[in-house]
């Protein structure tokens, strides 16, 4: 069952998926089937890439909940304008 979730991307990564889900589908509500498709990939090839590497790296950044949610709050209005 899919679940839903909130990704901050970067402008250029949401440009670019915005950008590939209308060359797919035709519109950009199919910006969640694009991101599936593309990490389905990179799970099923098993490859230690840098997004995985990542994922399982040693943080080292530390940002409260507080800073995170101004962040989020600050990224929607740039969004929404």
Do not use: C, H, W
């Not at 991307?9 to 694009?34: F, H, P, Q, T, W």
């Not at 995985?52 to 080292?60: A, C, F, G, H, R």
């Amino acid at each position: 069952m899919p679940k839903r979730t909130t990704v901050i991307l970067e402008d250029e990564v949401y440009e670019k998926l915005l950008k590939e889900s209308i060359r797919r589908y035709g519109n950009a509500r199919n910006i969640s089937r694009v991101i599936n498709e593309l990490l389905k990939r990179v799970f099923e090839e098993d490859v230690k890439s840098e997004l995985m590497q990542l994922i399982y790296s040693e943080k080292i950044a530390n940002v409260t909940a507080k800073e995170f949610e101004n962040f989020r709050r600050n990224l929607a209005k740039r969004l929404e304008s």
